[in-house]
């Protein structure tokens, strides 16, 4: 192919489709027979299909993107998503073991090419938004009746069973957005040899076998899947199955996708490789409600994607290997105490006039969160987020702080959150686990500490898409953060950057970005939606705030026509969690805690802390216990702008978790 030939980023696709085929046309027994095949089964098969057009589905039946040269399949596009199917008439087929045989002898090996056809549609389909996942392949197996499982990503189905394959995915795409993609398909798969597009069923002659009535008509009667799930802007959908050669990074302001994409992709390479597709976060309660929505999103792959917390990993790998551990938090919280009394306050640090909360965090992020054992490397530390400059007198003081708060410790016999990580990331050092999970991805992946990523690193190192780290810096809460090289991670410019926020309206991003003033931050992200202005109140004191926040909520519920699951109070510290969820209950409105998450419907308003709150999105917010302090110019000293720039991000992370209506309340 000349120069002038390549193809470009547009035609591409085609290309792999191509190229597939022509591995599927090598394959003698699935093109040798094929006019066979077609003569005496294509036609049932296609009677068979046709009788999905009752339900809003297209058949492209006997297509072929190479032309005549290459082998057929038909094309099923409608709600249920896209559905690749070729029809094979193999007798005596067993499957056992994920492996699938026709007359003792395995075969295969000759689905590969059918797996590299649904990547190259995959990958043409993202450019209209079609989430990677809606791509399904199938072999129908003529006369067979029966007959159903997964072979390395292919469903074998005979074919009196495959029209309740189809209606087992229920609804997933809307009619404009089944339009949208059918438009695509019909270029992508022209006629191989009749000029008609697609099969159209003969209602007088129309009868569904068996129990697929009943399945096709409760599948067409389910509301559609919720539209981020299966249908997304190119961008996303592309960057979801997109290649990086070596660990890589998705960034993007609030609201801009970037969990959707990090799901979509944990499913896309779940289906693409063998293993356990790690996904996990810092946040207790986002791998619980992220299981849940992958179940809805990719029910075929959501066994094969691995949802934990980082802590509860790093505690697997020790009690694997019997390394044992026992975390008292309270107790940790009497040792760091005892070691400021004895050695921090007596000395340097308790002279600055820098309460010992900055000094625990020095101790506790800057330190311990980098696993630094070296008095020499924590003087040589940038200290990256951490304003109060430090000389090497101090240095040397709060290194004495970290040694006392050490050995009150071991004194107690008692760890901390951040020993069960670094004796984790000494064990996976000592005896590593290379081909545990055959790809990590990481969300929220700013607020983890650097033994944080080294351990998730090292369980895929630099192999191609085997890290992927998802995040926002702005919406950081840590006091302080390190640096990529500090985790020993390169990304050599692997990555991607989503900037349109399809989840706030415009007058919620500029509402919550007039708060947000601290150095560094990027460009906003643009608003896909306008809605109404948010509100916000001032109140003189707690008990009006609390009248007027009751007073909003039960307007919601009302003209609004909320449900309680659609709104939530999001407050800064537990205090506020508990007076929120105490005037609530109080006002008979319906209450639930926000970590209280389950698969039956939410009748509750939740309520929690706004760093429960991270990763999730809701209809409605309510900011629960916002200071007027917090929202005048910023001061001068150095730690108190610190600690006020991270208590800007907090605010703008909640209120940047709506999606329709804000409310604030100040006092």
């Known amino acids: 192919m000349s120069a002038e030939e390549s193809p470009t980023a547009e035609t591409r696709p085609l290309v792999r489709v191509a190229t597939a085929l022509v591995r599927l046309e090598a394959r003698p027994s699935l093109v040798a027979e094929r006019p ?18 009752t339900f809003g589905h297209r058949v492209l039946a006997d297509r072929s993107p190479f032309g005549d040269r290459g082998p057929r399949v038909d094309v099923l596009v409608g709600p249920a998503g896209v559905f690749l199917l070729a029809t094979e008439a193999w007798n005596n087929v067993t499957i056992l073991g994920g492996r699938i045989y026709q007359e ?15 990547r190259a549609v995959e990958a043409d389909l993202a450019t209209v938004g079609l989430a990677p996942g809606e791509v399904r392949v199938a072999v129908v197996l003529a006369g067979a009746q029966g007959i159903q499982g997964p072979v390395s990503g292919v469903h074998v189905v005979g074919a009196d069973d495959a029209l309740l394959h189809v209606a087992g995915f229920g609804t997933r795409l809307t009619s404009a957005q089944v339009s949208r993609v059918l438009a695509r398909a019909l270029t992508l798969f022209p006629p191989v040899v009749k000029p008609a597009s697609s099969v159209v069923a003969d209602p007088r002659g129309l009868r569904v076998v068996g129990d697929a ?31 990086f050669n070596g660990p890589a990074r998705i960034s993007g302001a609030t609201g801009t996708g970037k969990t959707c994409v990090g799901l979509l992709r944990a499913a896309f390479l779940a289906r693409s490789r063998p293993g356990t597709v790690l996904y996990t ?45 026992n975390v008292q938090p309270a107790q940790a919280d009497t040792a760091m105490e005892k070691a400021w009394h004895d050695a921090g ?9 820098v309460g010992r909360g900055y000094w625990r965090e020095e101790v506790e992020y800057v330190l311990k969160g980098r696993g630094i054992t070296e008095l020499e490397k924590y003087a040589d530390l940038a200290r990256a987020g951490r304003r109060h400059p430090l000389d090497a007198e101090l240095r040397r003081a ?20 951040l020993d069960v990580v670094l004796l984790a990331e000494a064990e996976l050092r000592r005896a590593p686990e290379r081909g545990r999970f055959s790809a990590v991805i990481v969300d929220e992946a700013q607020d983890l500490t650097c033994a944080m990523l080294r351990l998730l690193h090292s369980y895929v190192g630099n192999v191609p898409d085997g890290l992927t780290l998802i995040g926002d810096s702005e919406q950081a809460l840590s006091p302080g953060w390190c640096t990529l090289a500090e985790a020993w991670i390169s990304l050599a410019w692997r990555g991607a950057v989503l900037d349109v926020n399809y989840r706030s309206t415009a007058q919620i991003l500029e509402s919550a970005a007039q708060i947000f003033t601290g150095e560094g931050r990027g460009a906003p992200a643009t608003a896909s939606r306008t809605g109404r202005e948010p509100v916000i109140e001032r109140c003189p004191t707690e008990a009006e705030r609390g009248d007027r926040m009751v007073a909003w909520i039960r307007t919601l519920l009302t003209a609004a026509r909320a449900e309680p699951g659609d709104i939530v109070v999001l407050c800064v510290s537990p205090t506020g969690v508990a007076q929120a969820f105490g005037r609530l209950m109080t006002a008979a409105i319906p209450v639930i805690e926000l970590t209280d998450y389950g698969s039956a419907p939410v009748r509750g308003v939740r309520v929690g802390t706004i760093e429960q709150a991270k990763g999730l999105e809701f209809r409605q917010v309510v900011m629960g216990d916002v200071a007027a302090s917090w929202l005048d110019a910023l001061p001068d000293d150095d730690v108190e702008r610190e600690r006020c720039e991270r208590r800007r991000r907090e605010l703008y992370m909640g209120m940047t978790r709506a999606r329709e209506g804000l409310w604030v309340g100040v006092v």
């Open 281 to 325: 976060s810092n946040l207790r309660t986002l791998s619980w409600v992220l299981r849940l929505t992958l179940i809805g999103m990719a029910p075929d792959v959501a066994d094969r994607v691995d949802f934990t917390h980082v802590h509860s990993l790093a505690r697997r790998v020790l009690r694997e290997r019997g390394v044992q551990v």
């Open 213 to 243: 009535d009943g399945a096709l008509l409760d599948a067409a009667a389910t509301a559609a899947a919720e539209a981020w799930m299966t249908f997304l802007d190119p961008v996303q959908a592309k960057l979801a199955r997109r290649s």
């Open 345 to 353: 306050a007596p000395g340097l640090l308790g002279a600055t006039g």
């Open 36 to 53: 066979r095949i077609d003569e005496v089964t294509g036609s049932a098969v296609a009677r068979a299909l046709s009788s999905l057009t």
């Open 104 to 118: 003792r002898e395995e075969v295969t090996e000759q689905l590969d090419a059918l797996i590299e056809l649904r």
């Open 398 to 417: 709060v290194w004495d702080l970290y040694q006392a708060y050490q050995d009150q410790l071991r004194s107690l016999g008692v760890h901390d959150d």
